[in-house]
């Protein structure tokens, strides 16, 4: 199965280079209280106003993040340290909380956003470099924005997009285990509510703008929160006839049709999200169930991987999608 290279990581790290300070073209999620509040995404976040959006500015500096972590003696090394460093300031990040904390930002960016930020600082806290410590305050406001939330999310949300609950609590994850037990807990407790009872997915995928596998993220978000003999059982009864390679969709990567689409070009997100899952669910099965799983990670791999970059609508984002797949 493919792998991270030296040469994709700095091919990754260029990309993203590119767009985490290119501030437009530019979609906010913003609601304005009044005249005051028509700002451009600079003024409105200092750090994450580049990448065509907030959340993909996250993960853009997910991206440079980890590609420094695993090669750091990368050519674009010193480009990365020095935009965190103009980046991560104590200054910026008051700013972003300044903006969480206006009453029409209750929803702002959730729960992908969320999930993203905090999965950013996981990352961060890898790092021999104050950069966590900074950004701190900012995590601390997303992890509790989590604790106000889940107690009254009576139902999960079911979708291959930015709302998908399964998704924020798989990245989130990440966060909780290193930094936040307490939080953590409420994840699994809340993935059991949602989803333990799920069985024989039925698989109705893919729409023609979804980038993550509604199916496959919950099991990942439950194979990270659930003890390993818990989620065993559950996933064969969740997805029973993976030896058998149904449901066929989820063996079949999708066809992108315009990668200049913002929409379509989501497809090319979802076979990498799809390898990433189904790369990280594999080591759980065994036999004939295994097989299909890896085989199934290395073509929606190959389906998708080279078209990382290209059209802007694709590449502000694609290469995070892609990171996840290759380091699972």
């Given at each position: 199965m493919s792998s991270l290279s030296a040469e994709l990581a700095s091919s990754f790290a260029r990309i993203a280079l590119g767009h985490v300070g290119r501030e437009?073209?530019?979609?906010?999620?913003?609601?304005?209280?009044?005249?005051?509040?028509?700002?451009?995404?600079?003024?409105?976040?200092?750090?994450?106003?580049?990448?065509?959006?907030?959340?993909?500015?996250?993960?853009?500096?997910?991206?440079?993040?980890?590609?420094?972590?695993?090669?750091?003696?990368?050519?674009?090394?010193?480009?990365?340290r020095a935009r965190f460093e103009e980046a991560f300031t104590p200054q910026n990040v008051a700013a972003e909380v300044a903006y969480l904390a206006r009453p029409s930002s209750r929803g702002f960016e959730r729960p992908y956003g969320w999930g993203w930020l905090l999965k950013l600082q996981a990352e961060l806290l890898a790092h021999a470099a104050p950069w966590a410590a900074t950004l701190q305050p900012?995590?601390?406001?997303?992890?509790?924005r989590f604790r106000d939330f889940l107690p009254v999310a009576g139902y999960p949300i079911r979708t291959?997009?930015?709302?998908?609950?399964?998704?924020?609590?798989?990245?989130?994850?990440?966060?909780?285990?290193?930094?936040d037990p307490a939080l953590l807990d409420l994840f699994a407790a809340k993935a059991r509510a949602w989803h333990g009872h799920d069985r024989d997915a039925q698989?109705?995928?893919?729409?023609?703008?979804?980038?993550?596998?509604?199916?496959l993220v919950?099991?990942?978000?439950l194979r990270r929160l659930l003890p390993p003999d818990e989620f065993k059982a559950w996933f064969a009864a969740y997805l029973p006839h993976i030896a058998e390679r149904r449901p066929a969709t989820l063996f079949t990567p999708a066809v992108v049709t315009d990668r200049t689409d913002g929409k379509i070009v989501h497809l090319d997100g979802l076979n990498l999200s799809r390898a990433w899952c189904w790369r990280s669910l594999a080591?759980?099965?065994?036999?004939?169930?295994?097989?299909?799983?890896?085989?199934?990670?290395?073509?929606?791999?190959?389906a998708s991987l080279p078209h990382v970059a290209g059209d802007y609508m694709g590449e502000h984002w694609l290469a995070s999608?892609?990171?996840?797949?290759?380091t699972a």
């Open positions: 437009y073209p530019n979609k906010l999620d913003h609601v304005l209280e009044g005249p005051q509040d028509a700002l451009g995404p600079r003024a409105l976040h200092p750090i994450f106003y580049g990448s065509f959006d907030w959340h993909s500015c996250v993960h853009g500096y997910w991206t440079l993040a980890v590609c420094l972590r695993l090669f750091p003696d990368l050519p674009e090394a010193p480009a990365i900012l995590a601390d406001a997303f992890a509790q291959g997009v930015h709302s998908s609950t399964s998704f924020a609590l798989a990245l989130s994850a990440d966060y909780a285990r290193v930094a698989a109705w995928e893919p729409s023609l703008d979804e980038f993550l596998s509604a199916t919950t099991a990942e978000c080591p759980t099965l065994s036999g004939p169930a295994r097989a299909a799983a890896e085989e199934a990670a290395h073509v929606h791999l190959a999608f892609a990171l996840l797949a290759l």
